[in-house]
């Protein structure tokens, strides 16, 4: 495939995951609201007509593949580019961000990995499976409740808790790991928000200078709105219903 | 020596016509079969390896950069000229003829003069078709500036780079013909010699320069592109691989050398600085278009400026001498090159000069800037201005320029008929290392223009002409490269080569090269007389004993030895320039860029002898250290008759 | 103006051909006038070491005034040297003060392997003009030049992307070894102006996967390149460049480019 090809690859499969990433971010801030808010979302989620889910998740999947595949050939081609290095290093205009885009994105790797053990596939805390509690209909997603409520049975995923739980200060070490991640996340977006449009052809000077701007606010505002969630859990400003022991 | 120039019959204006109608043609079929060697990629080079390679022919280029975009053309920057009159100020291709003979101090040949006139206009359109990006106006048209020597504003410029944009985009059209294999390209080789097989040009030799090989190579015709040889003043505004090598050795084989003594010393250089300097950077000319020339009227100011006592623009407004709008009223700043040289050289000699080192005047800015505003010299000429306060480190939107002349071009060559054919059979020669259009003297943006009118314009005409008239196609691209010719030549640079080698005494190349270039500038520059010029003679004499009985070499011949190269360069500088002296020496009159101290008028103008010397000396090479043999090609105005060239 | 005399201590490296190894050398050099420029420094210090028996230091250098392209060395860490829009034979001595150590590297990229010392093979450029680096057109054959009006806009753009001098600081500053500065300049220059039009889609498609055969790295938006380029190349070209390489290649799928 041609240099530019994986550069197309890489700026659609990243828009595709900023994409998400920021959804995902704003989603979950709903953890700062009433339990029902976050738990009825996810149950909304987790019950989308049409396998509407997979169909989200296989794209999300193709993406994320797609991204790393062609990052490990550009990292391998690059390195072949140069077989003997500067003795003499400096660097110029380019940021820091964008020379270490290759690092930041293993790091990424590692992260979502865990982060789907963690959350999705529950088996780093498999008690997380039985977290379940009763709606109380203030969320607003009202017609969950009500159709729950209909069938008799208002009780769901304690989404809410698991989370709470996940990043206590008892598992502090999730937490720590996540907000590590987030920095990371935050530099490889601070490059990657400007520089797909640059891959895609759709900048020049004038452009350039706002999109590194862009970037750079889109990135702040993902890191911050992601860390707020660990950081409360850990502070104690966000408290699980129940306790992991409490489990029924 | 055969010096029959073929000029064509017909009234000027029909020439070029007449001759392109009688010229024989190589049928579509046929050309691939007849091969070309191009020895250099500079505008006239690439130009005449992509035309004749786009027609068929079977091309082989040579330059000893590591890429033909990199000749010496590229570093033009002034502009280039044509006869468009886009600007309807009255130019006409007349006029463009009638300023190019009169300019260069009637020592050219019309013919060739007016077909370069004619051509001019060709080469704008073929330039702008390649994608040239030439500076435009507003309403998407061509802007046009005017240039010395010239009282219309006839111009092509794109930015300060046109050379540079130019030859890229010959080098494009160079670069399709390699691509399609048309013409096969030689980087960093040199060319060493001519072969000739029964007195007829048949190939060159060559040095690898990376890996030392030499090598032999065979075509039906050879076309020299190899440029000028200002560098043998060391100190130029050349490259600093420019080298007379090429044409040197086609000499030593034949070629007459014509008018070698006919070299322009360009008037807006930045002076030299000190002894560690390689070469002059030169200022564009178009400087001169805002900028004003002038030196104090006092020696004592001036001293004190050299001294740093006091500031350039602290002398008062009378206490200024604007020397060329005194002498030079209706020309002015826009003086021609070969007079406003002179005029800043009496300036200097008289003791007002400026500069460090007292040679240098000054070219201020500060009237334009108040008239225009900054904002407008800067879009104008802001490079230069960066360029200069780079090597300077002084801010001339604040302090005015030093400049001061230096050599720069060389309009003296190898002679070349109308069919800019040496008078070597086989052995054409384009662009500078020519000596057929600029006379004694070039007008600003006419090299450029030279070049590519050789290069796209006439070689297509000639060469096919050479090889439809004289090589049956039957015997084309049928050259031996075993035949004695061959080894013969190849044994010679050979020879040459381990004869430098084997030396080893304690002289650098450089250091030699550095005092022919003060002997040549000193006794056969700006201005000459005729002790001088025998003191030179033996001077470099005594040099050239020095270097072929003292020169020190690091390495060998087999691998890439930078030394190596310039120490053969240097090798045929020394003897070149004992034959330019002789030229000098010979004609004693003044004409153009040659100022004979013993032929000027009472207030110090170049003095012109028409009756003996309305000719070109043309040289035959008798052996090195032997009084060369010179020949006349005489010449004939039928147009533009001779007068005082006056600017006044 | 006000020059003095400096002393430095070069870090050099000298490898005698492509096929033998290379190391640095450490050599001092004395009394270097500050207005002299960083090649006269060269110059001198070859001297020295002709007068004591050593080979000089081979570098590549022509026109001495950054137009031709040919000078190279990558000085500290930077080719052409730190200051901005400046090719290594304008960088002068005064930017360097009393007893600093300078290393001088050659280019480092795989497409530009080392001919000795100091000088490397740049030939990869060439190829990858030979492409379609040009308007196809027969020389000769043109029509008025003023007959094909171009807005200013256009004629200064192409400008700015004409003024490239092929020097090859780009690949090697770039931490990809990319040349995607260089070759985007040249796309850009021709796509730009109506002479090139025709052959937009071939020259992008071209032109880029003769780079990339070449061997040069991929483009990762670094930037480096922009700012050590000598004639402030923009990194717009690269840009334009993705576009007109995207979509010829939709035309080539669609079978509408040959
Ligand atoms: C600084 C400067 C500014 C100028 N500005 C202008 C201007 O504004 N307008 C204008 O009209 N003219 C200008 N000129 C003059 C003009 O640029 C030149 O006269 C013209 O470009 C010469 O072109 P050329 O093709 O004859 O030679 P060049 O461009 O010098 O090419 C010479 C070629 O020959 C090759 N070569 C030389 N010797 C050998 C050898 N022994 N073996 C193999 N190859 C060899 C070189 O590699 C090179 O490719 C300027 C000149 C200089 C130096
Ligand atoms: C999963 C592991 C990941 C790896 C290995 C990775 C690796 C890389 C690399 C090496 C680049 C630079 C290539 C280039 O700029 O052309 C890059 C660019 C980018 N990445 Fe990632 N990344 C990962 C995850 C992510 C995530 C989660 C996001 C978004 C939330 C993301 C968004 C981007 C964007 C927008 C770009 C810029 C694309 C471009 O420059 O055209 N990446 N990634
Ligand atoms: C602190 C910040 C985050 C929190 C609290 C969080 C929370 C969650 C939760 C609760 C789920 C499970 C949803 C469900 O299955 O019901 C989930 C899934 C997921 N999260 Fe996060 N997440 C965070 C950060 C991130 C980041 C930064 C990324 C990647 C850029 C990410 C990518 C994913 C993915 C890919 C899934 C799987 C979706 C699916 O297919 O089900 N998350 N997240
Ligand atoms: S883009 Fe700049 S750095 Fe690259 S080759 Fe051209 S001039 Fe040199
Ligand atoms: S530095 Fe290299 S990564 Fe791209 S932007 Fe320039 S080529
Ligand atoms: S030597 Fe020509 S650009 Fe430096």
Redesign the pocket.
Known sequence: MSSLGKKYIMALSGLV?VG??TG?MVG?LQ?FLHPDWINEY?YK??HLPYGL?WV??LV?LTCVVAHILTAVMLVLENYKARPDKYVAKASLQGSFASRTMKYSGVI?LL??VF??MH??IQNIHPEFLHLETQLEGVGTMHHVYDKLSAMGKTSV?D?YS??AIGFSARFWWAPVF?II??VV?CFHLMHGISSMFQSLGLRNDLWRKRLDLIALVVAVIVFIG??S??VACLTGIIEPLQGLAVAH | MNLDAKIPEGPVQEKWTNAKFNYKLVNPANKRKYSVIVVGSGLAGAGAAATLGELGYNVKCFCYQDSPRRAHSIAAQGGINAAKNYQNDGDSIYRLFYDTVKGGDFRSREANVYRLAEVSNDIIDQCVAQGVPFAREYGGMLANRSFGGAQVSRTFYARGQTGQQLLLGAYHSLSRQIGLGQVKMYNRHEMLDVVLIDGVAKGIITRNMVNGKIDRWAADAVVLCTGGYSTVFFLSTNAAGCNVTAAWRAHRRGAGFANPCYTQIHPTCIPQEGEHQSKLTLMSESLRNDGRVWVPKERETAAKIRTGEMLPSEVAEEDRDYYLERKYPSFGNLAPRDISSRAAKEACDDGRGVATSGFGVFLDFADAINRLGRDVIAERYGNLFDMYENIMDVNAYEQPMQIYPAPHYTMGGLWVDYNLQTNIAGLFAMGECNFSDHGANRLGASALMQGLADGYFVAPYVIGNYLASEIPVGKAGKIDINDPAFAEAEQVVKDKIEKMLSIKGNTSPRSIHIELGKIMLDKCGMARNEAGLKEAIEEIRKLRDKFWSDLKLPGSSDELNIELERAGRVADHLEFAELMCYDALDRDESCGGHFREESQTDEGEALRNDDKFSNVSVWEFKGVGETPVKHVESLKFEYVKPGVRSYK | MSEKNISVTIKVWRQKNSESAGAFETIKIESVSTASSFLEMLDLLNEQLIDADKDPIAFDHDCREGICGMCSLVINGIPHGKNNLQTTCQLHMRSFSDGDTITIEPYRSKPFPVVRDLIVDRTAMDAIMQAGGFVDQRIGAAQDANALPISKTIADKAMDAAACIGCGACVAVCPNASAMLFTSAKTSQLNMLPQGKPEKDRRALRMVRTMDAQGFGNCTNIGECEAACPMGVSLDFIAMMNRDYAIASVKECLGMVK
């Open positions: 995951l998400f990433a995902h979950n953890m996810a989620l987790q889910l989200v998740r999300m990424l992260f979502i982060h789907i959350f999705t995923h989404v698991m989370v996540y991640s987030m996340l992601f860390t969630i660990p």
